[in-house]
């Protein structure tokens, strides 16, 4: 299998026009709700390990937060070792070892993802199944992701389920990204499971064939060629789901309710709405990659949509280099649950969100505030954003 074809941070491939259905049926351009009074209050929360080492190799991209309990869980994709942090406490609250063989093992060809539902259930993601274990860590359910296994609609010959997904707050649906991943411009949609019956339904989607154009790539010989392409972001949302990407300030929003997706577009007072791209896309060597790859991110980059589900808002980072100082402007953007923009706020200088290719990074909300990953030599902490928000 050949899923993973990127060397550098931005992992994900782009979206191209394949020549299917287009379902998206509505844009909606949003305007700013003035009636929202906005502050905000940023400081750093440090975790207390314990004396132990936590697996912050892959910057925390094998983790999630549960929102029943506060617990930010962390996995090593390698050994199964979970680390739980207990955040009203800023410390680790235990180690779990999961099991990588016998009845109860998580691991298939390579574990890509966690989430721990609101159930107390915890999902693996691997890539071409799911394992599920319920709150004594015992196996009661696997998915695979083939058609052999799911009913419902059907992939064509070829066509795969990126592992890669995401799975809603209540265990109840998986989404991500389908195609033919032999081609590079195989991607075809969104898929999403219903995972009480592991039926299957099909998304095809072709709104992001033109960022190939922001894609750099060095192909140095000896079958060594390597891409940076611009990010997606899917959010599985209930039976609804978001997706976005790394260079538009839009939103694509499939709402389950009228069986449409809704392209969300907005304008920025402080930032870029769409990358511009002015950058070469083919390098030499790795210098130069190196370069193109900064002089690509320097330019304006919109981060993950992260939901507080307390409140049903999404927040949003966005990130662009102030040329005439040298510094980033940041930018935090709120919608609400219809995902109208109720808010855009840009930060302090002496604000800096952590993420070295996008800002935040691994984001969620705790409490109402918005944390964002932070490596201090090698300890875990976190940049912690208390939004203050009014209605007049």
């Known amino acids: 299998m050949n899923k993973i074809k990127?060397?550098?941070?931005?992992?994900?491939?782009?979206?191209?026009?394949?020549?299917?259905?287009?379902?998206?049926?509505?844009?909606?351009?949003?305007a700013l709700n003035s009636s929202i009074d906005f502050s905000y209050e940023v400081d750093t929360v440090l975790i207390d390990a314990g004396g132990e080492f936590l697996f912050l190799n892959m910057d925390l991209y094998f983790s999630d937060y549960s929102t029943n309990e506060g617990f930010f869980y962390n996995l090593n994709p390698e050994s199964g070792r979970m680390e739980v942090m207990d955040l009203d406490k800023n410390a680790l609250q235990e180690i779990i070892q999961y099991d990588l063989d016998g009845p109860n093992n998580v691991k298939g060809m390579a574990i890509t993802g966690i989430k721990k539902a609101d159930s107390g259930d915890l999902f693996f993601m691997n890539y071409f199944s799911l394992v599920q274990l319920d709150s004594s860590n015992t196996k009661i359910a696997s998915y695979k992701l083939t058609n052999e296994f799911l009913n419902g609609d059907e992939?064509?010959?070829?066509?795969?389920?990126?592992?890669?997904?995401?799975?809603?707050?209540?265990?109840?649906?998986?989404?991500?990204?389908?195609?033919?991943?032999?081609?590079?411009?195989?991607?075809?949609?969104?898929?999403?499971?219903?995972l009480a019956d592991s039926s299957l339904r099909l998304f095809p989607l072709d709104f992001w064939g033109d960022l190939d154009k922001y894609e750099v790539s060095m192909d140095p010989g000896g079958g060594r060629a390597i891409s940076a392409p611009e990010a997606k972001f899917l959010v599985a949302n209930g039976e609804d789901f978001i997706v976005s990407t790394t260079a538009k300030n839009e939103l694509w929003q499939y709402s389950n309710e009228v069986d449409s997706i809704i392209n969300h577009q907005y304008s920025s007072q402080f930032t870029e709405n769409i990358k511009p791209g002015k950058f070469q896309q083919i390098a030499k060597n790795q210098t130069e990659f190196d370069e193109l790859?900064?002089?690509?991110?320097?330019?304006?980059?919109?981060?993950?949509?992260?939901?507080?589900?307390?409140?049903?808002?999404?927040?949003?980072?966005?990130?662009?280099l102030d040329k005439s100082s040298n510094n980033y402007t940041y930018v935090l953007a709120i919608f609400d649950q219809e995902l109208n923009q109720l808010h855009e706020e840009k930060l302090r200088e002496d604000v800096a969100i952590p993420g070295k290719y996008l800002p935040g990074g691994m984001a969620f909300v705790h409490m109402g505030n918005l944390y964002s990953f932070l490596n201090i030599n090698d300890e875990l902490a976190f940049v912690r954003l208390k939004p203050i928000i009014n209605h007049e």
Request: charged share 30%.
């Open 293 to 320: 790859i900064q002089q690509k991110v320097d330019e304006v980059v919109f981060g993950p949509l992260v939901k507080d589900e307390a409140s049903g808002r999404f927040y949003r980072y966005s990130r662009e």
């Open 155 to 194: 992939l064509a010959a070829n066509d795969e389920i990126d592992g890669m997904g995401k799975i809603d707050k209540d265990g109840k649906y998986f989404v991500s990204f389908y195609g033919d991943y032999s081609r590079k411009d195989g991607l075809k949609g969104i898929a999403r499971i219903s």
């Open 6 to 30: 990127l060397l550098t941070p931005i992992i994900l491939a782009v979206l191209a026009s394949c020549g299917t259905k287009e379902y998206v049926d509505k844009t909606n351009e949003s």
